[in-house]
């Protein structure tokens, strides 16, 4: 079903018919099945969408990068690094992103373009952009 009137390049269904605890999983014959848990219980076993998200968002944003030094002829050598933090606000339970890059291997100027595109090409930073609680930067390798 197109939903969205795209023509898409891949498509997948992900259900959670649980809640918290639970499990989700992709809904395919050999899809990814994981355990879900509340983040504020440290005894349950299994991922929550806090670390689902910061997932998605270091995946996509690595990815991202590592075709761009494809592209160029750059050896792969970032790492992204994606914090996530629950916090209630006044309007209830709302996430705090701040995705870190570390690109050590090329200098400030082609660091900070490297960082505009994969802002600008990743799927998961597209539908991030625009929230306030959400910020992706350069770090050293020493942050």
């Known amino acids: 079903m197109d939903l969205f009137q795209n023509k898409a390049l891949y498509h997948t269904e992900i259900v959670n018919a649980d809640g ?4 989700v999983y992709v ?4 899809g990814l099945r994981l355990p879900v ?4 219980d440290s005894q349950a076993v299994g991922t ?15 990815a991202t990068i590592q075709a761009e ?3 160029r ?3 792969h050598q970032s790492q992204v690094r994606v914090v996530v933090e629950l916090s209630k606000g006044s309007q ?3 996430f705090f992103v701040d995705g870190q890059i570390m690109l050590p291997h090329l200098e400030q100027n082609q660091a900070e373009e490297f960082l505009k595109i994969a802002e600008r090409r990743c799927p998961v930073s597209k539908l991030l952009a625009g929230s306030p609680n959400v910020k992706i930067r350069l770090v050293s390798p020493s942050n």
């Open 20 to 23: 918290l605890p639970g499990q």
């Open 27 to 30: 809904d395919e014959p050999h």
């Open 37 to 40: 848990s509340s983040p504020l």
């Open 48 to 62: 929550n969408p806090e670390q689902l998200i910061g997932m998605a968002l270091a995946t996509c944003l690595n």
């Open 69 to 71: 030094e494809d592209r």
């Open 73 to 75: 002829g750059i050896p």
């Open 92 to 94: 209830g339970f709302e």
